[in-house]
């Protein structure tokens, strides 16, 4: 059996626009977890994180983030 824990964010772009996203890490149980590692990945000028945007894949880059917030249910999709 596959553990993923999932979290939803919020996130805010550098110029203005905002989306609500899903990032997941396979093997990862804890969302804590998940969310310090979007944290880190997202800090770094070079940072790339995979997420989703409904059905569609996305990729945000650290450097064009300028926040994100999580709700303890999530952002609204």
């Known amino acids: 059996m596959t553990v993923m ?14 989306l609500d996203v899903t990032y997941e890490e396979p ?13 880190e990945t997202l800090a770094q000028d070079s940072g790339v994180l ?3 945007h409904g ?4 990729v945000l880059y650290g ?3 300028s ?5 303890p249910r999530g952002a609204v999709l």
Request: charged share 35%; aromatic share 2%.
């Open 67 to 71: 926040a994100f917030e999580l709700a």
């Open 27 to 39: 093997d990862t149980a804890e969302e804590d977890v998940v969310l310090q590692h979007a944290l």
């Open 50 to 52: 995979r997420s989703k």
């Open 63 to 65: 450097r064009g983030v």
């Open 5 to 18: 824990a999932e979290i939803v964010m919020r996130v805010r772009l550098v110029g203005g626009d905002q």
């Open 55 to 58: 059905d569609r894949l996305l």
